[in-house]
């Protein structure tokens, strides 16, 4: 057994042996602590869901400052190749210097595997000290493009021949007269591609009918970036329509009802939509959607975005229901099978090494891979010992300080109490 085998992928689905290698990167800053809680719960709860028959064999790959102490980089080619071949991994967290030095690794290992979506579930569990009267409201699953906007890291720096050349070629090329300080900025680009949007809305809305959620909400900010963010939106629905015909009731089949018929008959025709159970594909702006997250959680369900606003999006949301000790996520691309599970949250690095934070955002990642794996058991084990030990008081200090009558353990401490509830 403990040798393990690869997971395979035939005809689109993994074929997952009772003993699959995974491969994981420890992460940087709090990275160690969280990785050591979180693997020992998900050992747990397979060995009591499966008593031995199953077992995942883990396999240590380098990234972020480990990789460069042991190898001279940052993100070894053998790093990737492995994940290749073994097809799903886990991560914790990796540091990206801010306003120069290396580019971030996480976006690389996105975007060289072509994970292109990031999947961020948020929901609310009983119990968990959250700023809003009523948390348990916002139930939400985020798909965030992972593979383009300003995350391609197309930037040139203030000062340099490059962005010269970049801004003389708008002047003077494409009568740009708009940079307004042009001796002194910086540039940067932004692609948001017609494939991209498409692979990642269709993603969405696939999940949303296969889960029974009742909408998909393209999240963009197009009254500003139209041929990006607002190019973002018309192609969404583009898909919606030409993809999902009958299954989808979409804002721009209201909006030609209205136009045509008026408001009440294109109303009449969403809510005979939604009676009939057919999936609402609706549109918001960024920073409207921002607010009604907060005011009107119940009225979202799968929210598809890009990479920036998803970004801003995934930790807002997380605060709703607790904060990023609790978010968890996954790189994936539907297409290929490969997936990095991973936590929404950083490296918190005033926390390192105190055996302090929160281990549940990469423990809920786990439980996201167990689910994909199709070890519901296991994962289910961990999700139900999640909801006692939370319910216990028994929590980590992000927790512990917004608790009334709450126990603080360590992070090694609340993945004991997790075992023993299990
Ligand atoms: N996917 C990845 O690997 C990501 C990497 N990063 C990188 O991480 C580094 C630090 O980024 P930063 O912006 O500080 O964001 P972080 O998410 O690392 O931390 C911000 C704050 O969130 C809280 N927090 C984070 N993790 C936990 C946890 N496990 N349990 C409880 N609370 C937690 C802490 O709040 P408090 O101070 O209130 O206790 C912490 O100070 C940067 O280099 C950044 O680029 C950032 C995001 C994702
Ligand atoms: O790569 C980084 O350093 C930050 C990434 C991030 O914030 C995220 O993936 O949510
Ligand atoms: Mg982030």
Redesign the pocket.
């Known amino acids: 057994m403990a040798n393990g085998e690869r997971i395979t992928v035939q005809n689109g689905a993994l074929n997952v042996p009772n003993n699959p290698i995974i491969p994981f990167i420890e992460g940087d800053?709090?990275g160690p602590d969280?990785w050591a809680a979180a693997s020992r719960v998900l050992e747990a709860a397979v060995e009591k869901a499966y008593n031995g028959e199953k077992q995942i064999v883990w396999k240590e790959i380098l990234a972020g400052e480990k990789a460069y102490n042991q190898t001279g980089e940052w993100l070894p080619s053998e790093t990737l190749d492995t994940i290749r071949e073994y097809i799903i991994a886990i991560k914790g967290?990796?540091?990206?210097p801010v306003g120069g030095g290396i580019r971030?690794l996480?976006v690389a290992l996105r975007q060289e595997l072509d994970l292109f979506t990031c999947l961020r579930p948020v929901r609310y569990f009983q119990g968990v000290p959250s700023p809003l009267k009523h948390p348990e409201k916002t139930d939400m699953v985020i798909f965030r493009e992972n593979t383009e906007d300003i995350y391609a890291g197309i930037e040139y720096a203030e000062g340099t021949d490059e962005v010269k050349k970049v801004i003389d070629f708008l002047r003077n090329e494409m009568g740009v007269n708009k940079i307004r300080f042009p001796e002194t900025s910086g540039i940067g680009i932004k692609p948001i591609s017609k494939e991209g949007t498409s692979r990642l809305v269709r993603a969405a809305i696939q999940y949303a009918i296969n889960e029974g959620r009742k909408n998909v909400t393209l999240v963009h900010k197009g009254n500003i970036m139209k041929f990006t963010e607002g190019a973002f939106k018309n192609w969404g629905y583009e898909v919606a329509e030409k993809e999902f015909g009958d299954k989808v009731f979409t804002w721009k089949e209201y909006d030609r009802i209205a136009e045509k018929d008026g408001k009440d008959a294109a109303n009449d025709a969403q809510s005979k939509a939604e009676q009939e159970g057919k999936l609402i594909v609706k549109d918001a702006i960024a920073d409207n959607f921002l607010q009604q997250i907060l005011t009107r959680p119940e009225e979202y369900d799968v929210v598809a975005t890009m990479n920036l606003n998803g970004d801003y999006i995934s930790d807002a949301l997380a605060a709703q229901v607790g904060?990023?000790?609790i978010a968890p996520g996954a790189n994936i691309n539907y297409e290929t099978g490969h997936a990095i599970f991973?936590a929404t949250?950083?490296?918190?690095?005033?926390y390192a090494g105190m055996d302090k934070?929160?281990?549940s955002?990469v423990i809920l990642s786990g439980v996201l891979m167990l689910e994909h794996l199709n070890w519901h058991e296991a994962a289910d084990l961990v999700m139900k010992s999640m909801e006692k030990t939370i319910a216990s008081k028994v929590v980590?200090y992000?927790f512990a300080r917004l608790m009334d009558g709450a126990k603080e353990v360590k992070c090694s401490g609340f993945a004991d109490e997790l075992i023993k509830n299990m």
């Open positions: 800053g709090t969280i967290p990796l540091t990206t971030s996480n904060g990023i000790g991973e949250h950083g490296t918190a690095p005033k934070v929160n281990p955002s980590t992000d």
